[in-house]
Nanobody, 121 residues
Framework: QVQLAESGGGLVQPGGSLILSCAPS????????MGWFRQAPGKGQEDLSC???????NYGDSVKGRFTISRDSSKNELYLEMTDLKPEDAAVYYC???????????????WGQGTQVTVSS
């Protein structure tokens, strides 16, 4: 059974940084593609970034150049480093598993409870 646990969210000032972590159980972070998405109140799911099992990474336009996805196979963890945070980045952030090796036209099949990110001065 696949379970994922996100952590690292919190309150940060505009321009600040956070690193989110995702620790899956029953799933290897390097076995298939994984990604991060977020959902803000009253808005739909926004895909942020994906890391492929055998290719590279991709990013949504709203976070490109500010967010970096990575994984540590030795710890079996997925990360999202977020810099230059803006108030519009405030949302619940989720990590998810993708039933594919690739980050192409993907949908998530498992995700965690999410971690709240608040950006405010």
């Amino acid at each position: 059974q696949v379970q994922l646990a996100e952590s690292g969210g919190g309150l940060v000032q505009p321009g600040g940084s956070l690193i989110l972590s995702c620790a899956p159980s029953g799933f290897r972070v390097d076995r298939y593609a994984m990604g991060w998405f977020r959902q803000a109140p009253g808005k739909g799911q926004e895909d942020l970034s994906c890391i492929s099992a055998i290719e590279g990474t991709n990013y949504g336009d709203s976070v490109k150049g500010r967010f970096t996805i990575s994984r540590d196979s030795s710890k079996n963890e997925l990360y999202l480093e977020m810099t230059d945070l803006k108030p519009e980045d405030a949302a619940v952030y989720y990590c998810g598993t993708i039933p594919s090796y690739y980050c192409r036209g993907y949908q998530y099949d498992y995700w965690g409870q999410g971690t709240q990110v608040t950006v405010s001065s």
